[in-house]
């Protein structure tokens, strides 16, 4: 066969994937605990994605104006981003959603709202999202489209959907349950969904609280993208109040993954994550308790304002 043939064939038989991948990326925090130079801490967690390609938001934060006022002091504009992920239903991501929209009234921004399957069994709790949040969103012209399983969003950006729950990590609130017509069972955020981020440098895996459990997220994730390392998980991953062998279980299986940065931000946890740098062998450079206007990009790894 001509060079040249054996070549196009090369090219054409690529995975659709590996074709698609991120070339630029920067995610910026916009919710967590701590603030660094700019903006304000809060109880909740949100994440603005900048690839070469769109801009998307990762969950909107636990009081309604946080993320429309931290954007807005680090220099941010939200107006015009289409795509926003709920991760999960709980007021700490849910809360800005009403207030964004109602800034940027053109009618496209946070237009269309990625949940996991499941999302409004919790409605009636409240812990949820309020309902007349959803009823404010739905009337405004919003959207929200249920995602049942992995699901690419946009070049080199997928969904997980509800994550399956392989090992008993438990990650998230316990003794809370779920009421449905077909009984009472235990409220496991069964909903919770991650974003996956393809780069020529690997997985970056963006997480609201990683209710399903970070290994599972990692598994599941690792099942899709055979032979791919997950080069930094970024988020919350729920390990506050997790006993310390599990978060050195954690930390084992993080390490196995490969991962080069850690920003644990909101729940989890911050002598989880500083067990998770000891036991990783990441550094006071590469792995970091998340802040407002703390960043991650390919080129620069993790970056911090004064705050270290
Ligand atoms: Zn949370
Ligand atoms: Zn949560």
């Known amino acids: 066969m001509p060079k040249l ?26 919710s967590t605990m701590l603030a660094d130079t700019h903006g304000v801490g809060e109880w909740g967690f949100s994440a603005l994605v900048e690839t070469d390609s769109t801009r998307i938001l990762l969950d909107v934060g636990g009081r309604p104006t946080t993320v429309r006022d931290n954007a807005a002091e680090l220099k ?25 929209r109602q800034r940027f009234p053109d009618g496209k921004t946070l237009s269309t709202a990625y949940i996991g399957a499941g999302f409004f069994l919790r ?33 080199g950006i997928w969904l997980t959907g509800p994550v399956p729950r392989k090992y008993p990590e438990k990650n998230y609130p316990l003794n809370r349950h779920i009421h449905t017509a077909a009984g009472t ?9 991650s ?18 459990g970070i290994v599972n997220i990692m598994d599941y994730v690792q099942q899709q993208f055979p032979g791919q390392k997950i080069t930094a998980v970024i988020g919350g991953i729920h390990l ?4 310390d062998e599990q978060v050195a279980w954690t930390a084992g299986k993080l390490k196995d993954a490969g991962i080069q940065y850690f920003i644990g931000a909101h729940c989890t946890g911050i002598n989880a994550t500083y067990k998770i740098r000891e036991l ?29």
């Open 185 to 193: 069972r235990e409220d496991n955020v069964s909903e919770d969904m």
């Open 280 to 308: 990783t062998g990441l550094t006071k450079t590469t792995c970091l308790v998340g802040a407002v206007g703390m960043t991650f990009d390919l080129d620069h790894g993790i970056t911090t304002g004064w705050l270290r």
């Open 76 to 100: 941010l504009d939200l107006g015009g981003i289409q795509q926003v992920i709920l991760s999960h239903n709980h007021f700490d991501h849910t809360s800005g959603l009403t207030a964004i």
């Open 5 to 30: 043939l054996l070549l196009a064939c090369t090219i054409f038989l690529l995975p659709a994937t590996q074709a698609q991948k991120v070339a630029k990326l920067k995610i910026t925090i916009l």
């Open 195 to 212: 974003m996956i981020i393809e780069t020529p440098k690997g997985l970056v895996l963006l997480t609201g609280c990683g209710h399903a």
């Open 240 to 243: 506050l109040d997790t006993p």
């Open 123 to 155: 409605d009636t709790v409240p812990v949820g999202m309020r309902t007349p949040d959803s009823l404010a969103y739905t009337a405004s012209g919003g959207r929200f489209t249920v995602v049942e399983r992995f699901l690419k969003i946009a070049p």
